[in-house]
């Protein structure tokens, strides 16, 4: 692949304005006060409009797609997991038993597994090894995570996905993440593009110690400084201080808004890649609500930047889109609100009191 080959999104069309509105009216007719229902409501205006009806259909394909990679930083004792455990757990996702696994098929969701960059001799099926760009990354603290050609691959791998998953018939989609020492680069991809400090971004991660939070917040300086002197460009920045899996969810994430089809963000390395997307594809935070929070620092963050409020407060910190899906219960409530309660002229009840 040409290395200056530029990847350019569609231009990124907004929600539907007349269904939000109509979903919104709707809302006021049916047999409940006006708001009572809370986010619940907002977030079936937000399907609505995004679905372009209302009311909005109820789902019948939600799809979650796991990126798996390892990265280079690992080596350096940022987790309390050793990288071979990737591959591992990948292995555990094919088999079924792995935490989406059972989350997804409790909330009617399907589970796919991408290896990006899983640093195994071989994808453990070739199915899931299509895209493979590389085994692992490289250290982002003192060299480049991908070259210029495996950034591009990766973001066009995400695209791709996204298409094939679109053609495929998904009407709601998940990005997970799976890969020891993740959230390392995904700190310092916040860190870069909302202008923050090293200490305000790096946080427990899988549970580390002490002396690995103090690796880890040396790694995220160190990275940090070399991602800075290519702030300009995002490509450049994922290339720099990213990895497979990052670019790849990055890609996704930005043709999900191109095909018009909404996403649940899980947490900090989805959300990191979400930075990334809306800066080369602008307007497509609007196809995006968060799953939930967790408690890393850097993923409140990126919240922020994104100003999107989540669905959930469960310190989920798993990965692999756990938190999203768990959020999904809830979209599908919110939904099904519009599509199958009463209005007050069905019900004979009556309406408010004027004031």
């Not at 372009?52 to 004792?77: C, E, L, M, N």
């Not at 890649?273 to 967790?294: C, I, N």
Request: proline share 5%.
């Amino acid at each position: 692949m040409d290395s200056e080959t530029v990847i350019e999104f569609a231009e990124i069309g907004q929600p539907d304005e007349h269904a939000r509105s109509a979903a919104i009216e709707l809302h006021g007719k049916l047999i409940k006060p006006d708001g009572s229902l809370g986010r619940l409501e907002e977030l079936g205006v937000w399907i609505a409009a995004c679905q372009g009806q209302s009311p909005p259909r109820p789902f019948t394909r939600p799809r979650v797609v796991v990126f798996a990679a390892d990265h280079g930083i690992a080596a350096k004792g940022v987790s309390a997991y050793p990288a071979e455990v990737t591959a591992q757990l990948v292995g555990s996702l094919l088999t079924g038993g792995a935490a989406i696994n059972v989350l997804a098929a409790s909330a009617g969701a399907s589970v796919r597994v991408v290896d990006m960059g899983v640093d195994s001799p071989a994808p453990a099926t070739p199915s899931i090894g299509e895209f493979k760009v590389r085994r692992g990354s490289g250290s982002i603290d003192v060299e480049d995570a991908l070259t210029d050609d495996e950034v591009r691959a990766a973001i066009r791998a995400g695209m791709t996905i996204a298409d094939a998953e679109v053609d495929g018939g998904a009407d709601l989609l998940i990005a997970g993440d799976l890969g020891i020492g993740n959230t390392t680069p995904a700190s310092v991809l916040v860190a870069a593009m909302t202008g923050s400090e090293p200490v305000a971004v790096v946080g427990r991660g899988s549970g580390i110690d002490d002396n690995a939070w103090m690796r880890k917040a040396t790694a995220v300086r160190d990275a940090l400084r070399r991602a800075r002197k290519v702030l300009a460009d995002p490509i450049a920045v994922l290339r720099t201080a990213g990895g497979a899996d990052l670019a790849a969810i990055t890609g996704f994430l930005a043709q999900a808004a191109v095909r018009r089809t909404p996403v649940v963000l899980d947490g900090l390395v989805a959300g990191a890649a979400a930075l990334v997307a809306e800066e080369l594809a602008p307007g497509a935070r609007s196809w995006w609500v968060a799953g939930q929070r967790t408690g890393e620092p850097a993923h409140a963050l990126l919240l922020d930047q994104l100003d999107l409020e989540p669905i959930l407060d469960l310190d989920i910190r798993l990965g692999e889109g756990t938190g999203a899906v768990a959020a999904l219960p809830l979209l599908f409530m919110a939904t099904r609100i519009l599509a199958e309660m009463s209005t007050h002229d069905q019900a004979g009840v009556t309406g408010p009191k004027d004031s």
